[in-house]
């Protein structure tokens, strides 16, 4: 009994303290412009929607690890040893199984761990273990609305600072390279970056474009009906300017909900 | 009410949605749009790979791979089918290529990927490298049959970099001059083999400079057409083996 007690206290602690770790920003109910003209995918609309807290840094390592210290959960990396990673020299696109890989080794065991990375954002999780994080932690992922919302900082651009791509650098940590054939640590980083190392949002929101593609909750007007697939949003560091180019307030990717990779993560958010 | 409402909303076909917002691509174009994303179905032991698929995924809710064994048992016309027909990795996250105005009139930069979240492994990918003249010949003979060539097919050939198949290529594209995304392979062909008289062409700046959209492409008209046809036949004379 004393045991019982004891677990209950050590995950109720390690709850709180890995909330307390997240700041967040408030953004209140309203109407609000999301999307493109011409962009079937997610066109441009007029949304209505509730206050909500938004995140103001992705999920790091640390706060992830508590979550695994707490409830002892095993993601579908470490139970499918399927696991996609990158190394430079790869064509664009191309991605390599490695049966090691899951969040401690996100770009498998011979890449090195995260021990010096604590603070960067966690990676190599799918959409499933995001939810878990989420339900344990008393937070859930934003609609896909809500992280546009929260990313355009009041901007109605593709880019919350206009419409420049080039100013990416002050902002993102992005692929700077032409290609994926040699590695490009020009903006300090060639994986993922610590969260807020680069500059904020307009609202103080860090990394929305690049570091990790965030998963997020909802359907777009593609889905078809009955689809399982899952979105994130935002670019990572993988993507540059000719691949992938989806660090913008924009473009919504697609990716199966099992699927783990390193350059995908997410951030939470809470009711207000 | 309301859930009646959207529910029925979300039974539109993609076409009502679209005529919401947009202005409409034409039957045609639509038509086409439809057309690229048709992958070629191989009948070599088609009926025995779908079986031993169906085993692995009884959901079809997750990348599964048939296991060494089973895969071994396969004969190489076999494996060819089940690369076809069943990729067994994670594909990137990436965007859905919705239907565009005048797609049939428009030779894109890259030719879509075959199989939304999914791609080939490792293992598939080396067996299309490690058997590129047997799986030529099974693309020509299939093609040749079908009358077409699936988008497959298409990402094979760029896979193995089969610049060998350039010629059937360019006859079977002579034929109809339908697809234009057979046009589109010969620029990709010319673009991952850094062709010096391509890489110094406004084509190759319009489509994959620096700046170059990845949705980037070059209107489909005679000349253009023509130009791509001797590059690539060029190319295919000049390339060293």
């Given amino acids: 009994m004393k045991y019982l007690l004891g677990m209950a206290m050590l995950l109720i602690v390690a709850t709180v303290a890995a909330q307390d770790s997240l700041r967040f920003i408030a953004v209140p109910a309203g109407s609000y412009v999301v999307g493109a003209k011409n962009f079937p995918l997610n066109p441009k609309r007029t949304v209505r929607l509730a206050a909500f807290r938004i995140a103001v840094t992705e999920v790091t390592n640390a706060q992830f690890a508590a979550f695994v210290q707490a409830t002892g959960y095993v993601t579908d990396a470490q139970r499918r040893h399927n696991a996609m990673v990158f190394e430079p020299g790869l064509k664009e696109f191309r991605w390599l199984e490695d049966s090691t890989a899951y969040w401690e080794y996100p770009n498998g065991v011979s890449r090195g761990d995260i021990s010096a990375k604590m603070d960067h954002p966690v990676t190599c999780i799918s959409f499933a273990d995001a939810q878990a994080y989420c339900n344990w932690s008393g937070c859930r992922l934003p609609t896909l609305d809500e992280w546009e919302v929260a990313a355009r900082a009041g901007s109605d651009t593709r880019y919350f600072w206009g419409g420049d791509r080039d100013a990416i650098t002050a902002y993102a940590n992005v692929w700077l390279g032409h290609d994926h054939l040699s590695a490009d640590t020009a903006d300090g980083y060639m994986y993922t970056a610590p969260v807020a190392h680069f500059k904020p949002n307009p609202w103080g929101l860090y990394d929305v474009y690049g570091n990790v593609f965030e998963f997020c909750e909802g359907r777009t007007a593609l889905d078809k009906p009955n689809s399982t697939q899952a979105h994130a949003r935002g670019g990572s560091w993988w993507c540059s300017k000719n691949s992938c180019s989806f660090f913008n307030s924009v473009d919504i990717g697609n990716i199966h909900r099992h699927a783990s990779f390193s350059n995908l993560g997410f951030r939470v958010v809470k009711a207000n | ?241």
């Avoid at chain 2, 400079?209 to 690539?232: G, H, M, T």
Wanted: aromatic share 12%; proline share 5%.
């Fill in chain 2, 1 to 241: 009410m309301k859930f009646l409402f959207l529910g029925l909303l979300s039974l539109l076909p993609f076409r009502t949605l679209l005529a919401q917002e947009y202005p409409m691509p034409s039957k045609e174009s639509m038509a086409y749009h439809e057309a690229r994303f048709r992958k070629s179905i191989p009948p070599y032991g088609l009926a025995k790979v779908k079986e031993m698929i169906a085993k692995i995924q009884p959901d079809a809710d997750e990348a599964e791979a048939l296991s060494s064994r089973d895969y071994l048992s396969l004969s190489l016309r076999e494996k060819f089918t089940y690369h076809m027909i069943h990729p067994e990795t994670y594909a990137q996250n990436c965007d859905a290529v919705p239907p565009v105005m005048d797609e049939n009139k428009k030779i894109f930069s890259r030719i879509p990927s075959s199989f939304g979240d999914f791609i080939w492994s490792k293992r598939q990918a080396d067996f299309l490298v490690e058997n590129k003249d047997s799986v030529c010949a099974l693309i020509k003979e299939s093609a040749l049959r079908s009358k077409r060539i699936g988008c497959n097919y298409k990402e094979a050939i760029l896979e193995m970099n089969a610049v060998e198949m350039i010629p059937f290529l360019v006859d079977f594209y002579n034929r109809d001059k339908k697809d234009l995304d057979l046009l589109t392979v010969f620029l990709q062909l010319m673009e991952q083999n850094k062709y010096e008289p391509f890489m110094k062409s406004a084509s190759w700046k319009k489509l994959y400079s620096e700046n170059a959209s990845y949705e980037a492409y070059l209107d489909y008209n005679s000349a253009n057409e023509a130009l791509i046809l001797q590059r690539v036949t060029d190319f295919y004379k000049n390339y060293k083996r």
